[in-house]
């Protein structure tokens, strides 16, 4: 690209919405991407950043010299600076450090010592701090000196720490309205306020804003020492990107986020890591037809319904696993309840079974005239259905128990076993009926 | 249950945090469940309500007598109630109504005369409103006059309207600290607010609070009257919701969220509607398998191969399923790049086809020992792939742009023909090959 057009684009990209941004950006290459990067006011560049996930971030965020990335970064909030930074090479990342003002660099650090989904690494560490002493008048003269800062912060809470540090007190901002000035902090605070750990994970602080309706919560070390302050959206911020993310593992995209504009060995890659597996997982049913080779031979209609069996089967299965997973994120069934599951799903499974298999069973008849062929794929699919449901419904209990993450490793697993014993089955039973079927 | 027990329950339950009420809820019988609504303190069981989803908060709401169900209700924020209210049957809905006070009742008839998904359905009504002429010091008075009622509305800004009731400034509540009190609002307000529509949808409201740091935007209608307010966390909750309900629905969950409290029946129904749509879409691939009995009868080790295909070619198809929702979400590609979105889908495909395909055969020369078993389930396998991922790529381009649901509709389409191109492919290169492997 020429210097004219690229000074175009960059007017032109002025012109429109972050959203409009992101998108002509997805769709240009990296050299142009950081020609306008360096262009764009180092604002509007960072509210383009901000647009993308992190990795996307860190991404466009190498294309620059460390000079250039540290303006774009100062103009993002400490949080989601730490979030990118995070996500740099080590090498890259000090750098970037190296260039950002002191402050801002030590404040990124603390945040990157925790991980993105505990509270110490969603809170902001910017925050309007005073003693009890001090008296209404003089908070806010100091908010009024420092007005344009703390618009910035998008300040709701006061916090009031003695001399360690520790929170004592909390005031909502607006109570500052409503009192006499001469007051002492100490005076008027909410004392002993409720407040969350460092470590304290997602689910337990989607829970406490789900408890209350605080537009934000300080955040304490293990010595009750004031370390940032957690706001309610940070919060819904990640519940969205982990319910995104359990869809997108779900349907197989596992070792992390991909786009389009990513390099196509990288996405190549990632992708067949995890099909790979799949290829692996699925020579076991493939064993199980082989085994049964005779079987198929001589009643060749019964690889017609193979297919819909274990298709049929994935399904129902994949329901329950759905369920299973919904019930979990909201707190209603505990990993530990395996018979209570078992049983409300094996319920479902008898009903969906038996209507199921009565539906191929006439399927069959019709198809092959031989009503035995109709009995054996019927039988099959109804117990498949009752064997899927149960394995969809209790392996995600059994995966969260034992450690591992539901969203990738249920569908696979479940795929898995309801293959084989669905071949087994319709295989199975044919091989005993066989007089009757030949 | 006995009334002792009853009794014991409700204070067992006045010691439980909400999410844990809502565990042992989801365990309860119906009866029960009445009782102990009845019993908790309105405010208490309002909460323990808004912890479930709202047809599950629905039902709980119709175990009630419509007083009693307005009780609690009243003690909700007006729009969970009128999501709530929205939810349950129409003469059931009016007879609460009836019950709750008129201003109240009034406000959440506005409320559900839109969709959930729009900002009119997801806007508060209640809010500060003042003239310009008011003087600060006339707007602290009236604010510390109903302080308490103010605080539960989690009030951030005041707004300015003329005398139609058309929006005309708004204020941050923090700036009334910072200015001299005779002041008129019309000086100090933020002239020309930001705004949206009552019929803006959840995409366009996520986008301006992306692009916007507020924590909440007015709401006006047509002629730019001010009819309420939208926070933050309201788009960031249906955001979450969204991104929920994409994952169930691509499992196969459809008709509206399941929890296993719900009754066997209802839970069986709706979970069949789906099935059996697909066991239809089933047969497809089932009649290609039949054209082709006389080969597969023929060189039966192709049964074998047969699910494998089936399996991987859905799999490589969901994943870019999975892309292209996720950039669909983001903005970044549009339901027309039906040609931008293929090419970078094939040529993922072309490296994934050659090594899955290239694994296949080997595994089929091992198992056969006939190598142009290898050559037919290889290339099969490798074509059936690029079909997946352009299939899987282009499909929720192609829902979206004509209206339909893409997570609903995505995956069963993409099943049904890569099974069918899958099967056709391994048995029509086999039947022109058939004098190689016999």
Redo the contacts between chains.
């Keep these: 690209a020429n210097e004219g057009s690229v000074e175009e684009l960059s007017e032109l990209l002025d012109s429109m ?3 409009e941004q ?2 002509v ?3 240009m290459e990296d050299d142009a991407e950081a020609v306008v990067l360096r262009r764009l006011p180092a604002e509007d560049a960072a ?1 383009l950043i ?3 996930n992190e990795s996307e971030a860190a991404r466009m965020i190498q294309l620059l010299e460390s000079q250039a990335a540290a303006t774009i970064l100062q103009e993002m909030p400490i949080d989601e600076q730490a979030d990118v930074i995070g996500d740099l090479p080590e090498k890259e990342a000090e750098a970037i450090l190296q260039e950002l003002p002191q402050q801002n660099a030590d404040n990124v650090r603390e945040l990157t010592a925790y991980p993105d989904n505990v509270a110490g690494g969603m809170m902001v560490v910017e925050m309007l701090r005073f003693r009890s002493e001090m008296t209404v008048a003089e908070v ?1 003269d100091e ?2 000196r420092g ?1 344009e800062h703390y ?1 910035d912060l ?2 709701r809470y006061a916090y009031v720490c003695d001399d360690e540090g520790r929170l004592v007190g909390v005031l ?3 109570n ?3 009192v006499k000035r001469y007051r002492k902090l100490g005076e008027i605070m909410i004392k002993d306020p409720l407040s969350v750990r460092t470590t304290a994970p997602l689910e337990e602080l989607a ?1 406490f804003f ?2 209350h ?1 605080y ?1 934000g919560v300080p955040v304490v070390d293990d010595d009750g020492v004031l370390k940032g302050v957690l706001h ?2 940070a919060v ?2 990640e ?2 990107r982990a ?2 993310n ?3 593992k ?4 596992v070792g992390g ?5 990513m390099p ?2 990288l ?2 890659r990632r ?2 890591s ?3 597996i ?2 692996f997982l ?2 076991g ?2 064993a199980v ?2 085994y049964f ?1 005779e079987t ?2 001589s009643v ?2 019964l ?6 069996i ?3 089967s994935g ?2 299965g ?2 329950a ?3 299973s ?3 979990l ?6 990993p530990t309840e395996f018979f ?2 078992w049983w ?1 799903e094996f ?2 499974g008898l ?2 079974g038996s ?2 298999g009565g ?2 069973a006439v ?1 069959a008849v019709l ?1 092959d005239g031989n009503p035995y062929l109709g009995v054996v794929v019927g039988v099959a699919l109804c117990l498949n259905t009752l064997i899927a449901v149960s394995i969809g419904g209790v392996v995600p209990l059994l995966l969260k128990r034992f450690g591992f993450d539901p969203a990738v490793a249920s569908g696979p697993l479940l ?1 898995t076993v309801t ?1 084989m014993c669905g ?1 087994f089955l319709v295989l199975g039973l044919a091989t005993v009926m066989l007089s009757r079927l030949t």
């Design positions: 919405s972050v959203a992101a998108y950006f997805s769709h509210d901000g647009h993308f806010i908010i009024n007005a618009t998008d300040v909502p901002m607006q500052l309205l409503f829970e789900e408890s309706v537009l309610r959206e819904q911020y519940e969205v319910a995104e359990d869809y997108l779900s349907q197989g995209i986020e991909e786009l389009r504009t196509v060995w996405r190549s992708r067949l995890w099909l790979s799949n290829i699925n020579l049913a493939a037809i082989a080779q198929l031979e060749i209609a690889a017609v319904f193979l297919p819909i274990s298709d049929m399904c129902s994949n329901q696993v759905a369920v997973m919904r019930e994120s909201l707190g209603i069934i505990r209570r599951v409300k319920t479902v009903i969906n209507v199921l539906l191929i399927v198809f795929t293959d071949f």
